[in-house]
């Protein structure tokens, strides 16, 4: 064989390469592409709905982004800086969830649907990533919330777990560039939903959802100066409640806590 022969080939062999071989895609282009597709934005932005059934139209995208996810080895996500691995850990857990779903969609009224007695949905080693096969609650609890690493709390209203009591799933990747500010959006549009998180006249005390509940002591580490609830909360008195004496009192952060039920129903958009 000639050589430029033996060149043609091999541009060609290349060229047919699939993309997360010719490296990882830090712009998360195909997760972005998929849920600018199929996210819509409901209640001013505050929250979102996913089109299931177009994503499961979309599946074999769906899953090769996936498979970009799993090519990448422990070792390369170790050099990467912290903002790069925050962007892939949270598409991971993200996409995997959508994955999950598809599994059982349409009969499927709520992600808990898919646990059982002794497991939770959230405790299925199914994702491949980093070298292992982990739970979602792996990704979440044991990379992104492992206390040292990232110590932040806004990861909370940027993992979605497909339920419309969760905080939206964003209608775009995380992408490293950006992500202190799409975590700050999401933080801002989950404190403006009133079916959430609200100041209550009747009460006189904040009812909150149920994540603040669940993962309160990650609002103790000192992200940004940060180190309660009431002290995260007052930086949102503006989104909690609309009399200015209700706001101060919110700011003034000697206010009392309550946590209101959550919705696991499907984040379902029906066409």
Request: charged share 25%.
């Amino acid at each position: 064989m000639n050589l430029a022969r033996r060149g043609l080939l091999l541009a060609a062999s290349v060229l047919a390469l699939p993309a997360w071989a010719e490296g990882f895609d830090h712009g998360h282009a195909a997760w972005s592409a998929l849920l600018k597709k199929h996210v819509r934005l409901v209640d001013g932005g505050r929250a979102s709905q996913l089109r299931y059934a177009g994503m499961a139209s979309d599946r074999a995208a769906l899953k090769a982004y996936l498979a970009s996810l799993s090519a990448v080895s422990a070792s390369e996500f170790a050099a990467w800086p912290k903002p790069r691995q925050m962007a892939y850990l949270i598409n991971a857990y993200n996409a995997f969830t959508v994955e999950l779903v598809l599994t059982r969609h349409p009969k499927l009224a709520s992600i808990k649907e898919l646990g059982g007695f002794l497991q939770s949905p959230w405790q299925q080693k199914f994702v491949p990533l980093l070298g292992e096969t982990v739970s979602l609650d792996g990704i979440e609890h044991q990379m992104l919330r492992v206390r040292g690493r990232y110590d932040d709390p806004r990861i909370h209203f940027a993992v979605n777990c497909a339920s419309i009591g969760c905080p939206s799933l964003r209608e775009e990747a995380y992408v490293a560039e950006r992500i202190d500010a799409q975590l700050d959006e999401q933080a801002q549009r989950f404190m403006s939903d009133r079916s959430r998180n609200r100041w209550s006249v009747g009460a006189q005390k904040l009812e909150l959802s149920k994540i603040f509940d669940w993962y309160g002591e990650d609002f103790q580490l000192g992200h940004r100066g940060i180190s309660s609830i009431q002290a995260f909360c007052a930086g949102f008195a503006n989104e909690l409640a609309d009399a200015p004496a209700e706001r101060e009192r919110i700011r003034s952060q000697r206010v009392a806590v309550s946590h209101l039920a959550y919705d696991w129903a499907l984040n379902d958009l029906k066409p």
